[in-house]
């Protein structure tokens, strides 16, 4: 388990469906990611993280005090097939008051200083000026754009002597 400030990161488990299962459908959870996904589509996606090998890279995100589950965040392989990216959905009401920054700084800090990443990339598309101003804001650059999934995209890195 990590832990920041206010969160806690536990490793995805078998009781986080529901969980899942609120990011994907929500609308505005979704708005920059390809839309709202169904039933069968969260079964599906939920069943390859559960089987991954990679399943240690997949965290739930819970409030300390509360203990309430605010978002998902993960590490996989970039598109490139080299690369590490971090990926992130945090439910909306608990937008605009730190708990991304807070969350994706801790794990881009580990995945550079503790599982020895050589660079980590986030991928968002341009259009999400919130989340490319939030990988701005923990120290990420935008190294170039592209289209992928019909939408301009901006990919950001960092590497462990930008920390």
Request: with cysteine; aromatic share 10%; charged share 20%.
């Amino acid at each position: 388990m990590l832990q920041t400030n206010r969160c806690e990161l536990r490793v995805i488990s078998g009781t986080d469906y529901v969980h899942m299962r609120k990011l994907y459908m929500n609308e505005k959870v979704r708005e920059f990611l390809g839309g709202i996904v169904n039933e069968d589509g969260v079964a599906a996606r939920y069943k390859l993280m559960m089987e991954s090998p990679n399943i240690h890279l997949h965290w739930s995100v819970y409030t300390k005090d509360g203990n309430e589950f605010i978002g998902l965040v993960c590490f996989d392989t970039y598109h490139d097939g080299v690369k590490m990216e971090i990926g992130y959905q945090f439910l909306p009401e608990y937008w605009g008051q730190g708990y991304a920054k807070e969350v994706i700084s801790e794990l881009v800090h580990h995945g550079l200083v503790t599982l020895h990443y050589p660079i980590i990339v986030a991928e968002t598309q341009s259009a999400n000026i919130a989340s490319c101003r939030l990988l701005e804001r923990i120290g990420m650059t935008l190294i170039h754009t592209l289209e992928r999934f019909g939408e301009k995209q901006s990919v950001f890195a960092i590497q462990k002597e930008s920390l």
